[in-house]
């Protein structure tokens, strides 16, 4: 299926969800599912599942449910996961080799094919069967292998420069791990922000709240 | 201010967004700022932003907007930064080690006390000026220590097995990297599940929308 229409942002947003969920019930062998059980799981309203599945056309059938596989794989194809994407990470500290190594990675549907440092302590390791190359041939790289993602684990400061040069070479879309709001000139790039910081500090209030 | 009710989770959600930018606001010197232009810069809408702060009794002043470091500061205290927790990180990979290393933990009042591992190659080894323990001993260090927070970055399979043995050792609550739903037998600890591929795969997905 193709997407004719974007898909609102809130929608959007729960949609990973969704699809994380039917790609574990399919691999634990659940064949179908009602809404309603998806929703004790997911902790997203019935009506809300079936509104939203309802975006696509409705994968469901009344009395029936969903269909696990068939509608994890409409949903791979709406997020583009079957579709693969190319990416760099630039910044291969810790964070950037543990993201690396991490299957987060290809089950998204991105391919790594490349890491860069500046750091001639990092320059020339290998990660994740990629050499480390300098930061100084990320502009070439980028441009030459049509490079669709770059992934940033960069110290603050350093991360717009470095995005607006990839933007230049034609990289379309950046996972920012900066813990700063990303903004690029190419107002065409697409940009997601990172906080990792947000889920802890809720998680700090939920432990506060405990002892009320 | 003490939070005499619970914040419902939506709220509660969006409050680190606020408390960040503030933090950022502040740092760069301004003073006050309207719920307008808080919202331009956050992405909630106006009326939304009023709404949830009004929740805590209203911080805000028609015709003259918020006093930003007033407001920072009470939401830091709702948010219990202001508090200090202590944690452990269990898996002391990349991950863990990129963890021990970044200042979230710090900006969300949270005091890293000890990182364990399995591994030889890793156990006996310096992370962020902590010695790695054996796992074997997390049980014991965590409830002599009174430790409030486990973060994990361990495989799947493990995550669990671990995340009960904390609970019972009197851990409050699981930062999970481990890309499952956690789930301990004690019901009265708190979860944050953190899924780095959901917003990787939402990414993907307006790449793949940039193009139609």
Sequence with gaps: MKNEKKISTPVLRRLPKYYRHLEELSRAGVEKISSKELSKLINVTASQIRQDLNCFGGFGQQGYGYNVESLRDSLAEILGVTKRYTAVIVGAGHLGQALANHNTLSRSGVDLVGLFDISPDVVGIDVAGLTVMNIAQAFHFCS????????????????????????EAGVKGFWNFANTELSVSNKSVSIENVYMGDSLMKLCYDISAQDL
Tied chains: 1, 2.
């Design 144 to 167: 030459e292998n049509q490079v669709d993602l770059a992934i940033l684990t960069l110290p603050k400061g350093e991360t717009s420069t470095v995005a607006n040069m990839l933007a």
